[in-house]
């Protein structure tokens, strides 16, 4: 099974800063990872599928780099909206998740 | 607008099984993969089992593997998982999810969840 380990666990950062969020998966995954979404009492929301694809309705401002075993997902200029838990998950072997980054307004 | 309703959670005790369902609309069901993911009590996101559109592909986490089966009814837009021999570590959110495609690949859409308690 494909370990995916994100770091930091937890990211405080101020509006209009940029946020970089990392993720590391134990074998290479090739660009098969997607990154969620997650904030208190509502579903995951899908950002960004085959490493740097936004989805639907997804703001510029979230991009997704990377390939292999190491991925980033950038918040270029934070928004107050945008705190919540972030999940990079692989497809490349069925699927796992990472165990999140929980990014707090400052 | 795509929905899914998760139902059957239940506290049941150890040993026990529990068959969860999900009603899906707002889409072509049959064209997409889709999923069970589970959340524990302060923990985060863990994928249980996927299949695919025609069911010819399905996995597992190795956490319960041998213990559950996913299944679907294309007839009837549902999605299904029999959990067998449930252990405590199985208390959590079970969430279904939609596909993007037609195999197991990125969730594009979330039920609410339904809450399966495992103790004695």
């Known amino acids: 099974e494909i370990v995916m380990t994100q770091s930091p666990a937890t990211l405080s950062v101020s509006p209009g800063e940029r946020a970089t969020l990392s993720c590391r998966a134990s074998e290479s995954v090739s660009s098969n990872l997607a990154w969620y979404q997650r904030k208190p009492g509502q579903a995951p929301r899908l950002l960004i599928f085959?490493?740097?694809t936004r989805a639907t309705g997804i703001p510029p401002r979230f991009s997704g780099s990377g390939s292999g075993t190491e991925f980033t997902l950038t918040i270029s200029s934070l928004q107050s909206e945008d705190f919540g838990v972030y999940y990079c998950q692989q497809y490349h072997t069925w699927l796992t998740f990472g165990g999140g980054t929980k990014v707090e307004i400052k | 607008e795509v929905q899914l309703v998760e139902s059957g959670g239940d506290l049941v005790q150890p040993g026990r099984s529990l068959r969860l369902s999900c009603a899906a609309s707002g889409f072509t069901f049959d064209a997409y993969a889709m999923h069970w993911v589970r959340q524990a009590p302060g923990k985060g996101l863990e994928w249980v089992s996927g299949i695919s559109w025609n069911g010819g592909k399905i996995g597992y986490a190795d956490s319960v593997k041998g213990r559950f089966t996913i299944s679907r009814d294309n007839a009837k837009n549902s999605l299904y998982l029999q959990m067998n021999s449930l252990r405590a570590e199985d208390t959590a959110f079970y969430y279904c999810?939609?596909?993007?495609?037609?195999?197991?690949?990125?969730?594009?859409?979330w039920g609410q969840g339904t809450l399966v308690t495992v103790s004695s």
């Open positions: 085959a490493t740097s």
């Open positions: 999810a939609k596909d993007g495609v037609r195999f197991l690949e990125w969730l594009t859409d």
